[in-house]
């Protein structure tokens, strides 16, 4: 059956702006969320926006971060990277050998829990609607 969001995260009225995500279940630092956009130049802002990617907010004080990269990682909604690094660390086929710099428009944006969070807790991320970081790639973060 489709759900349109992680068993561990529903909708709610948010105190930021209109309705936030929140956390029916405790989350560990590292996991990964889910997918929030993906580049189709056809759409407003370049970016189809998935039914997780609608309802997160902007705070100064995140618990998420918004990765924007080429490739998805190959972890299930609620899954865990093994370390930091692999979330921070742009993967090698992004890479423009000749510059040693990250190549091309992101094609992809998901979420990233930063700390650990509590039962009942809004997910918030640092983020400009749709801006990127000046490399295209990588942790959005102001």
Sequence with gaps: MYRPLPEFLTIKNSPIEGLGLYTTKFIKINTFIGL????????????????????????????VARMISNILPKLKPGDQFNSTDQISKIPEEEMDRATDKPKGVAKYMYLVTIQDINLQVELTANYNLYTYPSSGIGFQTF
């Design 36 to 63: 929030t956009h993906i580049y189709d130049e056809n759409f407003e802002n370049n970016y189809i926006r998935t039914p997780l990617g609608g309802f997160y907010n902007h705070s100064n004080k995140p618990n």
